[in-house]
């Protein structure tokens, strides 16, 4: 088991940066990747970025050059710093830990979620 625990969140207005961090603890070894996902009301989850052991990233289109995610493998947290938030970006996050097959990235545990809420 790989239990996450997620920090940051909030409201802020339109254009504004936010962090969103993620510390994970136990069978680390079971992982290779880790990712964040968001869910706004009405909407599927959705992957917003991802990020393995190695490095190589995964931005979906919607946040690619506004966010960033990052992760230190020495201190097992990831970290996605949001920048120039739009009103659409608003949403529940769910940090998430899983492996990468074939490209894909298979999230097997999920955080509580943070809820971050961007206005216009």
């Known amino acids: 088991q790989v239990q996450l625990v997620e920090s940051g969140g909030g409201l802020v207005q339109a254009g504004w940066s936010l962090t969103l961090s993620c510390a994970a603890s136990g069978s680390i070894f079971s992982i290779n990747a880790m990712g964040w996902y968001r869910q706004a009301p009405g909407k599927q989850r959705e992957l917003v970025a991802r990020v393995t052991n190695g490095g190589s990233t995964y931005y979906a289109e919607s946040v690619k050059g506004r966010f960033t995610i990052s992760r230190d493998n020495a201190k097992n947290t990831v970290n996605l710093q949001m920048n120039g938030l739009k009103p659409e970006d608003t949403a529940v996050y769910y940090c998430?830990?899983?492996?990468?097959?074939?490209?894909?990235?298979?999230?097997?545990?999920w955080g509580q979620g943070t809820q971050v809420t961007v206005s216009s």
């Open positions: 998430s830990a899983g492996r990468l097959y074939g490209g894909s990235y298979y999230a097997r545990y």
